[in-house]
């Protein structure tokens, strides 16, 4: 065992993680003399958050009529009220200076003729805030952060070390472990300060937008840490995923007008979000796509055995589609061999992002059972819940709070050791002794058992796809409880063929899928106990909004028998909850 | 479908053939995903993003150094698929190769934003401008994934272990380009060096490979022109004018500026 002493341990490297960690230096310059591990379980620079497409949210021209109250307002209608405001509105007045910033730092933004920034509608805005970089958005700020964090000299990489614990004692955090997956070695980064920018969990579902490494680690760390999961019933699926795998098409594409059709070539959006149209929010419209599937007038694909809609780009135009959608072109023709200047995409809904997440305060700080903050520990980005999406986040509202959060927990961090000079942990070596025995001696070098990892993976894949999707009902989700109680039974019994120490891919995905079965089971008993419909969470048998007895956070603690339940209230500073209409 | 390995276990190196059920749809990528997960756990190969914007999964498939993701088997037009670790790399384990020189090189070439004025990195009032034609003189060159595909198929690379290559020179020119940057000066030196610049040949194998369209043969080009008309005739100019800070909003109506130009005075 290996230990290695910093003062911030990062984990997690896509736009929240990166930007934390420049926050830190590029404040101390040298100041403190902070020293930050950056630590990923793939290298830095392929995090998720390269995909992020569209555009990114902010007020950048109030004097052309958009403003903080709009945006906040779009923001926590678009969360059906379940966003805590207060958050929200420090959340809106910082996005603007993180475009600018990292705009300085080389980001492309699309630019109108007088070489201002060009910003474009997308769905539930009442402005076009968009403010984008071709279809490429996210690629394009993690790669402006990646560049400006080489410049710094005290930080180091640790790519391709996977996290399999947070050390936390007296309710004071002491590290991390990891496993260095080049060497197989076990290490313990030992920090004052933590930060977890962990991303989503889209792995947990078969249709996904996200990565192979979107597994929520961040939120298994948490949980088995003992602390709170907020939320984690509110899974957000992308109308527009291209059929049959779910890779991602832009909300851009309808932002720059693209018509969504069914087999009849009828423009449904109608039905559903007549003001809006295909610019409702992302719930909306996924539900309608499954609303037309579900009624007989989706396009059926004999390739994959998939129901889906069309999204039809067709009227746009050669010339906008190459200046705007370049990527959703390649996209388009690299996978199905469809140009979107002459065919339609066939889409349906991708399971994309988490709305809940780790409990944190509005400045990040990771909070415990009891509601108070976990000295020296932070989370931030979609592995963080403060907060500010409720039940359904907007699109472009994704990346900016990475952004506006790396900035914020950076700070935060910043201050915490300016000001209280914390000493480096001491730890028992117990505990690290006990979690390399965990790894190396229970999970790897068990010879008994005879479940497969990947199996029970396949199987909750499927099992989340077909009883916890877009519309729910009671007898489906005590379906997937039941099944998901089997896996995580079964996976007392998994053994691994891969025995080596170099680049053991077989154990990272035993280790990420035990978290995956922890939280599939947190959000589908999440989802079971919530008896309305509120954002992404759609109930067939709780089709309406109960304000008098949901209007509340959903708190997940591990249990010794599964997942303990309770509520908190939302924070209401601003506006109170009106019937949600498009 | 015949699926033939190059594999290393630290040690030894074989060939191991699987055989797979293929669909003419399917990836590269969704075949070593079903190798590994229904025949061979012990397979090792990088993946993330599975739709060609992550820069993991570059591998030599039959032959030719590519992106697993967005490689379907119907193009590739054979009966058989061979897979191999990326040339040009020390490798690690099957189809992991190491990096840790490759994102070096990319750092030694400082590619981030230099101003001669520092802070005007750390405030934001307001934007650099910068017009669309302006955008296009570098965003190309931006769209590196750095999947190391193109050192793979460099003929240089292959020689000398010292070349900065194809990805680290690009991202040199990417900053060079950009209106906003003021950092020729300080990269000239590592760039106009035998490992640098001109031990490129222009085989132009780097643009050929690389997934993005990125073209860095191009770009290594641009930066000889650069670094020549540099040391030839403005020793103490940088050649590339840098865009002036917006003071503030410019009325609708002003006048568009004048296009980007890469000329220098006095030059040619």
Redesign the interface.
């Given at each position: 065992m290996e230990t290695l002493d910093y003062d911030v341990a990062i984990v997690g490297t896509g736009l929240a993680g990166l930007r934390t960690a420049i926050e830190i230096l590029?404040r101390d310059k040298g100041k403190l003399g902070l020293r930050v591990a950056v630590i990923s379980k793939?290298?830095?620079?392929?995090?998720?958050s390269?995909?992020a497409e569209g555009g990114t949210s902010a007020v950048l021209?109030p004097?052309e009529g958009d403003s903080f109250e709009l945006m906040a307002w779009d923001t926590i209608k678009g969360s059906d009220f379940l966003a805590d405001q207060d958050a929200v509105w420090r959340f809106v007045h910082i996005a603007t200076?993180e475009?600018?910033?990292i705009?300085?730092?080389?980001v492309?933004?699309?630019?109108?003729?007088?070489?201002?920034?060009e910003q474009r509608w997308f769905g539930g805005l009442s402005f076009p805030r968009a403010t984008y970089a071709?279809d490429?958005t996210g690629?394009?700020e993690m790669?402006a952060l990646y560049?400006?964090l080489?410049?710094y000299e005290n930080w180091d990489r640790f790519?391709e070390n996977f996290v399999t614990s947070i050390v936390i004692e007296n309710n004071e955090f002491k590290g991390f472990t990891a496993i260095d997956l080049?060497t197989g070695n076990f290490r313990y980064f030992r920090a004052k300060a933590g930060v977890i920018a962990t991303g989503g969990a889209g792995q947990l579902y078969r249709i996904t937008s996200m990565?192979?490494?979107s597994t929520g680690d961040g939120f298994g760390l948490a949980y088995n840490a003992g602390l709170p999961l907020k939320d984690m019933e509110f899974v957000q699926f992308h109308p527009t995923g291209l059929v049959p795998?779910g890779?991602?098409i832009t909300e851009a594409a309808r932002g720059e007008g693209a018509y969504l059709v069914n087999k009849d070539g009828e423009r449904f959006m109608k039905r559903y979000a007549p003001s809006k149209m295909e610019l409702a929010p992302r719930d909306i419209v996924s539900r309608a796509i499954m609303k037309e599937i579900m009624e007989g007038r989706g396009v059926y694909d004999d390739?994959s055995g998939l129901y889906h809609v069309w999204l039809d780009m067709r009227h746009l135009g050669k010339e906008r589609i190459e200046e705007r959608l370049p990527?959703i072109r390649?996209?388009g023709l690299?996978?199905?061999g469809i140009d979107i200047v002459n065919q339609p995409l066939p889409i349906r809904p991708t399971v994309h992002y988490n709305m809940g997440g780790i409990h944190v305060d509005i400045d990040g700080k990771v909070l415990n059972a009891s509601g108070s903050p976990v000295k020296g520990l932070w989370a931030a980005g979609e592995a963080a819940c403060v907060s500010i999406h409720g039940s359904n986040r907007l699109g472009s509202n994704g990346t900016n709070d990475c952004l506006v959060y790396g900035y914020i927990v950076g700070n935060d961090v910043y201050n915490y050791i300016e000001k209280e000079r914390p000493a480096s942990p001491n730890l028992s070596q117990n505990i690290l002794l006990g979690e390399e025995d965990r790894i190396f001696g229970k999970i790897l070098g068990k010879e008994s058992g005879g479940e497969d990892?990947?199996q029970i993976k396949?199987e909750l894949k499927d099992t989340m796809e077909k009883y916890v999707h877009v519309y729910r009902t009671g007898s489906d989700l005590e379906k997937a409880v039941i099944k998901i109680k089997e896996l995580k039974e079964r996976y007392k019994y998994i053994k691994?063929?891969?025995k080596?120490r170099?680049?053991n891919?077989?154990l990272e995905h035993a280790l990420e899928l035990g978290f995956m079965l922890d939280q599939a089971e947190v959000i589908a008993r999440g989802a079971l106990l919530r008896t309305e419909s509120r954002g992404a969470h759609a109930r067939l048998d709780y089709p309406n909004r109960d304000d008098a007895n949901w209007l509340k956070h959903t708190i997940a603690l591990k249990g010794a028998e599964g997942p303990l339940f309770s509520y908190i209230p939302v924070k209401i500073t601003m506006w109170k909850p009106v019937a949600r209409v498009y | 479908m015949k699926v033939r390995i190059r594999r290393f276990d630290g040690q030894k190196e074989w060939w191991q053939d699987y055989e797979i059920d293929a669909k003419p749809s399917d990836t590269v990528l969704d075949i070593l995903n079903r190798i590994r997960e229904k025949h061979d756990h012990t397979l090792a190969f990088r993946q993330s993003c599975q739709m060609g914007s992550c820069g993991s999964c570059g591998m030599v498939i039959n032959g030719l150094p590519a992106l697993a993701c967005q490689t379907r088997i119907g193009e590739l037009k054979t009966e058989s698929i061979r897979l191999e670790p990326l040339y040009n790399y020390k490798v690690i384990k099957d189809l992991v190769v190491d990096l840790t020189d490759f994102v070096n090189k990319h750092r030694s070439v400082k590619p981030w934003m230099i101003r001669k004025n520092p802070e005007e990195l750390e405030e934001a009032s307001m934007e650099f401008q910068v017009t669309p034609d302006q955008n296009l003189t570098f965003v190309q060159f931006d769209y590196c994934i750095m999947c190391g595909v193109c050192l793979a198929a460099c003929p240089t690379v292959a020689i000398d272990p010292l070349f900065l290559g194809p990805q680290a020179l690009g991202q040199a020119y990417r900053y060079i380009a950009d209106p906003r940057d003021e950092g020729f000066e300080e990269r000239i030196e590592v760039l106009d060096d035998s490992h640098g610049v001109w031990r490129c040949h222009f085989a132009g194998a780097c643009s050929y490979v690389c997934p993005k369209g990125v073209d860095p043969a191009k770009a290594i080009q641009y930066l000889k022109k650069e670094i020549l008309k540099y040391r030839l005739l403005h020793k103490k100019k940088a050649s590339v004018k840098p865009a002036e800070l917006v003071q503030k909003a410019p009325p609708a109506n002003a006048p568009k500026p004048p296009p980007f130009d890469f000329k220098i005075e006095g030059g040619e």
């Open positions: 590029r793939i290298y830095l620079m392929r995090s998720h390269v995909s021209y004097e200076q475009i600018r910033l705009e300085r730092w080389g492309p933004w699309n630019r109108r003729d007088d070489g201002r920034i071709q490429k690629f394009f790669r560049d400006t080489l410049k790519d080049k990565a192979a490494s795998r890779i991602l390739k990527f390649e996209i690299k996978y199905l990892v990947y396949d691994l063929s891969d080596s170099t680049f891919y077989n | -």
